[in-house]
């Protein structure tokens, strides 16, 4: 009688216990093995995003909730969001990322290359790694092209983020303005542009600071913007991508690896310095070299591809060897402004940042970084590129970048003729503007993508599965419709349109929420 009652304790005991580790596997998921691991599991995520684009990521979150997916949203100030990702403690947030080489070598490259800069997604893909390299190393076009081809058919079927669009480049500028045209990579260049009436434009910066005054030291397009209207580079670039002749006069290519450039005379930097082989040569090893700059390294370094050396051959020849062909090369000159040698070496590469001298068509005056920069027309201008007419000093003589990062108040300085132009205005301020007699509107295409970046490297979407799931959830078509005004265009990758080797054949993620819920059943989380 003992014996039984304590056989049926234990029979009780095992019945108890195998009801308690069931519970537990309902609830927190098998210790390992996939599937098996969120079985039963409403998927949680966290959508992290700045300020303005919380209507998108509220949007993003509707349409996530819709399939059953418990969808968060927080508002971060960039820097602390970036440096959060980089640390892969973010799941998914919104961002964007811009090139001006019209080449995917500054776009997906460094955002998608496994351990590449700005890869913050930590994805890591050998096969993509494999077809960015082989495009990057042929100056074969079709090579190349094919190339990317096929980087871009597995990023789509491997879904590293949710692909999301490109959007116009709207600016404004007051009826007075002449010959004045919005950039694709969004610069403003001040040398070509006049005034019916007046001397001096001022431009309402879409920013709150530029972070130097520095060509070497940035990697920021706002800043890029006033920088280039007071240097300029051995070449340049047409509003719409074109690369043409600047200071150099022209350029040879003895090999699929080498460039000689012959530098124009008779060129003067602000001081009254002549500019040579030597300002060149100087320019490109302070960027190229560890800690040349007051002990620093140039953010810039990297733009300059597999350049190994620059040397002068004489004083109006300077020759660039590479280690590898570059096929992008003559796009990485544009991001690369020249700067005077005997200069720099008598005051000190600080001192030439609060107080710069370059060679473009205006000179620096004064300012700050987070308030405005002011310069003035330079009249000893050798004229700037001839294939960019009018060819010779500016326009106006002076100009000021202010700084007024908030839209509506860029654009009430606009109406009351404060300010001459304006960066980035929002499709419904545009529509307004657009009925001002006073005002005009015009916009190009843009060379950013926007998009949700995904954590690659931790559950959920380490699975395939979850990722292509959260494509098809979101709605964007009324995305974009309802909050930028049909001024944006969908990406099925991180490719645009504007670049080399785009593939128009390759159609975005339609919207497919029963498509959605599939792929999460399968990879075992529960659906509405």
């Known amino acids: 009688m003992k014996a039984s009652l304590m056989l049926r304790r234990a029979s009780w005991s095992v019945v108890a216990l195998t009801a308690v580790l069931l519970l537990v596997f309902l609830t927190t998921g098998a210790p390992e093995g996939g599937a098996a691991q969120t079985a039963g599991k409403t998927l949680a995520v966290v959508i992290d995003a700045e300020a303005n684009r919380a209507d998108e990521a509220e949007a993003i979150a509707a349409d996530l909730r819709a399939i059953g997916i418990d969808a968060d949203v927080r508002i971060w100030e960039w ?33 998608l290359r496994t351990g590449d800069r700005g890869n913050y997604s930590h994805y890591s893909n050998p096969a993509f790694d494999r077809a960015i390299d082989a495009a990057l190393t042929t100056i074969d076009p079709e090579a190349r092209r094919r190339a990317y081809y096929e980087a871009q058919s597995i990023l789509c079927d491997d879904a590293p983020w949710i692909f999301g669009y490109y959007l116009s480049e709207t600016e404004a500028a007051r009826a007075e303005v002449t010959n004045w045209q919005p950039a694709m990579d969004s610069r403003i260049n001040l040398h070509d542009v006049g ?13 709150d600071k530029i972070v130097t005054l520095d060509p070497a030291m940035h990697r920021e397009r706002d800043t890029e913007t006033v920088i280039r209207n007071m240097f300029d580079g051995l070449v340049t670039r047409t509003w719409d991508g074109k690369v043409v002749p600047e200071i150099a006069e022209s350029w040879t290519t003895p090999a699929d690896n080498v460039y000689v450039f012959k530098i124009r005379k008779g060129i003067k930097f602000h001081n009254g310095e002549e500019l040579d082989a030597d300002d060149v040569v100087f320019t490109f090893e302070r960027i190229l070299k560890e800690g040349a700059i007051a002990g620093r390294s140039s953010p810039r370094a990297s733009l300059l591809g597999p350049v190994e050396k620059v040397e ?217």
Do not use: H
């Open 195 to 207: 005034l019916v009436r007046g001397d001096t434009i001022v431009v309402g910066m879409k920013t």
């Open 312 to 528: 002068k051959i004489d004083k109006y020849t300077v020759r660039f060897t590479l280690s590898s062909p570059f096929p992008v090369f003559l796009q990485a000159l544009v991001q690369t402004q020249v700067v005077p040698k005997d200069y720099i070496q008598r005051v000190g590469d600080e001192e030439f940042a609060r107080n710069p001298v370059g060679c473009g068509p205006f000179k620096y005056v004064g300012g700050r970084l987070d308030d405005q920069i002011l310069m003035e027309r330079f009249d000893d201008y050798y004229g700037g590129s001839p294939d960019l007419p009018p060819v010779g000093p500016a326009k106006v003589k002076r100009v000021i970048f202010r700084m007024m990062p908030d839209p509506t108040v860029r654009i009430t300085a606009l109406k009351a003729g404060e300010v001459q132009i304006v960066q980035q205005v929002p499709p419904d301020l545009a529509a307004n503007l657009r009925r001002d007699k006073n005002v005009q509107v015009k916009a190009v295409e843009g060379t950013r993508v926007y998009c949700v970046e995904l954590n690659c490297a931790k559950p959920p979407f380490d699975d395939v599965r979850v990722r292509k799931a959260m494509n098809y959830a979101v709605n964007w078509d009324r995305i974009l419709q309802t909050i930028y005004g049909g001024t944006a265009t969908r990406l099925a990758t991180a490719f645009l349109p504007s670049g080399f080797g785009f593939n128009p054949d390759l159609k975005p993620y339609p919207y497919d929420p029963e498509r959605a819920k599939a792929l999460l059943s399968e990879a075992g989380y529960l659906v509405r």
């Open 79 to 111: 820097s602390a969001l970036k440096d959060s990702a980089l640390k892969g403690e973010r799941q998914m947030y919104l961002t964007d990322w811009g090139s001006a080489y019209f080449d995917p070598f500054d776009l997906a490259v460094p955002k």
